[in-house]
């Protein structure tokens, strides 16, 4: 299946962007009569037809148009501090778009090694990754922020804080939410959340969870939890 994004689509004809179209032209050498497939990133999938291949540009035909396509039973957010290294922060938001994500928020918080964070090259890391996935739902990638801004904020109707400080309190998951409903989870840095950054969450109403035994790295600890959420709705 030969699948290219299309977040602007609104008729029955459609012209592919540049960089959509040199891909369809020079690299998959596709030709008049050729049919592809196009998602807008919000659950439609297009069956199209390719009209015209131009030298900058590639005109399509739209067939057919699938609504909710892949539509899955629950809403995951995660907010997640970005790495030092911006290839793991990458590598994460690869994956969790190939395992199933709606919605992603970089928090800078205390111990944060990296403060700035460039959005445009992390959305084609996820618009790769959601045509590798065959998806038609394009996740939410929200700017930077900081984490007390994002406490006093943002709702869901579960909201967990994953942090490494032994505490009783600490349950899995799986014992915190409810499958098909909506789920928003944070991640902290390579050092962690502080002590004053949980009690924060804590009085939000976060509650606190272990993703497991061993130390994890902020990308593994955002894929875990990912994991974890999607399996729990499986149907």
Known sequence: MHLFYTPDINSNTYTLNDEESNHCNKVLRLKQGDRVHLIDG??????????????RAVRLNVLEKQSEYGKRNHYLHIAIA????IDRLEWFLEKATEIGIDEITPIICERSERKIVKEERLEKVITSAVKQSLTAYHPKLNQAIAL??????????????????DDEARKSIKEEI??????????????DFTPKEIELALQT???????????????????????EVNFLNRE
Do not use: M, S, W
């Open 82 to 85: 970005p790495t030092k290294n």
């Open 205 to 227: 109403g976060y509650k606190p969870v272990t993703l497991g035994n061993t130390r994890l790295r902020t990308e593994t600890a955002g894929l875990a939890a990912c994991f």
């Open 178 to 191: 409810v499958p098909h409903q909506e789920c928003l989870i944070l991640i902290g840095p390579e050092g």
């Open 148 to 165: 007390k801004d994002f406490l006093q904020n943002v709702n869901a109707a579960h909201k967990l804080i994953a942090h490494c400080i």
């Open 42 to 55: 919000v659950g439609g999938l297009y069956t199209a037809e390719i009209a015209e291949v131009g030298k």
